[in-house]
């Protein structure tokens, strides 16, 4: 028996282990085209949330004003979170409402400061601002809001 393998058993022995590196680089090309398809999607939504946050926002505060208006607590305790409703009493609400000049018809509401911070956990707002009632009046007010079931939510709300 010869101790050097014919060119022919080289051959073989060289075109062998090209399938399988073919199939592993196919593999990390379809993970890595599946990676950066999840990043381009969540950037995406992402990218949408952020666009549409000061708009959904601005919708909590005029609709927690108009239930001020109104003075209906219960319209009121629903723009908060689950957490706050169950310490929220309607007395605390009526109390809040007493003062009927911070309870005006909204023209507009706009944001002095703004800052979104996600987590694992949640993702919060924390804004400062002005509303334009249809009189020409404005009023300060700070609040403090959080992602649940997909809308925004206040933890508080507090008029300066």
Same mark, same amino acid.
């Given at each position: 028996? =010869? ?14 282990? #090209? ?6 680089? @196919? @593999? ?9 398809? /999840?990043?381009? /999607? ?8 952020? +666009?549409?946050?000061? !708009?959904?926002?601005?919708? +909590?505060?005029?609709?927690?004003? %108009? ?7 219960? !319209? ?15 007395? =605390? ?6 003062? #009927? ?19 694992? %956990? %949640?993702? #919060? &707002?924390? /804004?400062? @601002? ?6 020409? &009046?404005?009023?300060?007010? &700070? &609040?403090?809001?959080?992602? %649940? ?8 709300? =507090?008029?300066?």
């Amino acid at each position: 028996m =010869d101790a050097n393998p014919s060119p022919v058993q080289q051959q073989s022995i060289v075109r062998q282990p #090209r399938l399988p590196v073919a199939l592993l680089i @196919g @593999g990390i090309l379809l993970i890595l085209f599946g990676v950066l398809t /999840i990043i381009g /999607i969540s950037g995406w939504q992402l990218f949408n949330r952020v +666009v549409n946050t000061p !708009a959904e926002i601005k919708q +909590v505060i005029i609709a927690y004003v %108009e239930a001020g208006r109104q003075n209906d607590p219960e !319209a009121a305790r629903a723009l908060f979170s689950s957490a706050v409703q169950r310490e929220l009493t309607r007395s =605390d609400l009526e109390q809040s409402f007493a003062d #009927r000049t911070r309870f005006r018809e909204v023209a507009d509401v706009s944001f002095s400061t703004f800052n979104v911070r996600s987590t694992l %956990e %949640e993702t #919060r &707002a924390e /804004i400062t @601002g002005q509303i334009q009632y249809t009189d020409g &009046a404005e009023q300060h007010f &700070a &609040a403090l809001l959080r992602i %649940e079931n997909d809308q925004w939510r206040l933890i508080w709300i =507090d008029f300066r």
